[in-house]
């Protein structure tokens, strides 16, 4: 099956740092997400991203689909935006209907 | 919209038991998917229901099954329930293939 692989492991930042999340996936996708879990276990919605680039306040997200990687960028971080985050993919074409395959996750810890 | 609701939140069992498990996915979604959540081996999927059919389902023992009725809600029942069943159980929903998951808050199931 499809691999994923998020860089680093974890993270530690001061408030006002910028940081870099890295997502490579072995496969083509046609599905790319990205989530923040919060302290309580639920996932958060950051960015639905297959491809292509966008953006949503002090973060956005970066697809190259042809080179299979995403990357997460989080300016100016607060220390709320502490947590666990993920990269989870669907593969294309095949019957992997509704199958999100996750990344291990990258612990981001933000000091005051 | 309400987002994807899931009952109950908590739940502590003891081997042997089963349990069912709740989802109510987002109004207008006929795909739900569950996965199961723990530290050893992070985020997997069990299974995806769409249409009270189940169109896939990942690598886990028969003691864990599913189903989705026509108003598109589906259970999870876990039965003769073992220590390592302990885990967050989350489930997703989403219109259909190629579309954004979202995800309900979780139940946490623990087996003593």
């Known amino acids: 099956g499809i691999q994923v692989e998020q860089s680093p492991p974890d993270l530690i930042l001061q408030e006002g740092a910028n940081s870099t999340l890295r997502c490579n996936f072995s496969d083509s996708v046609n599905n790319l997400q990205w989530f923040h879990q919060n302290p309580w276990g639920q996932l958060i919605n950051l960015f639905y991203?297959?491809?292509g680039t966008k953006q949503n306040g002090r973060l956005s997200a970066t697809t190259v689909a042809t080179e299979r990687y995403s990357l997460l960028y989080i300016s100016s971080s607060q220390t709320t935006d502490s947590g666990v985050y993920f990269c989870?993919?669907?593969?294309?074409?095949?019957?992997?209907?509704?199958?999100?395959?996750f990344g291990q996750g990258t612990i981001l810890t933000v000091h005051p | 919209k309400a987002g994807v609701t899931q009952t109950p939140r908590y739940l502590i069992k003891t081997r042997g038991q089963q349990v069912t498990l709740s989802c109510s996915p987002i109004?207008?979604?006929?795909?739900v998917s569950w996965y199961q959540q723990t530290p050893g081996q992070g985020l997997q999927f069990l299974f995806e229901?769409?249409?009270?059919?189940?169109?896939n389902k990942g690598n886990f023992p028969g003691r864990f099954s599913g189903r989705q009725f026509s108003n598109s809600r589906s259970e999870m029942n876990v039965s003769t329930l073992e220590l390592g069943d302990s885990a967050l159980y989350l489930c997703?929903?989403?219109?259909?293939?190629?579309?954004?998951?979202?995800f309900g808050p979780g139940t946490r199931l623990t087996v003593l």
């Open positions: 991203i297959p491809s």
């Open positions: 997703a929903s989403r219109l259909d293939r190629d579309n954004e998951q979202f």
């Open positions: 229901y769409f249409s009270e059919t189940q169109r």
């Open positions: 109004s207008g979604h006929r795909s």
């Open positions: 989870a993919v669907e593969p294309a074409g095949g019957t992997s209907y509704g199958k999100l395959t």
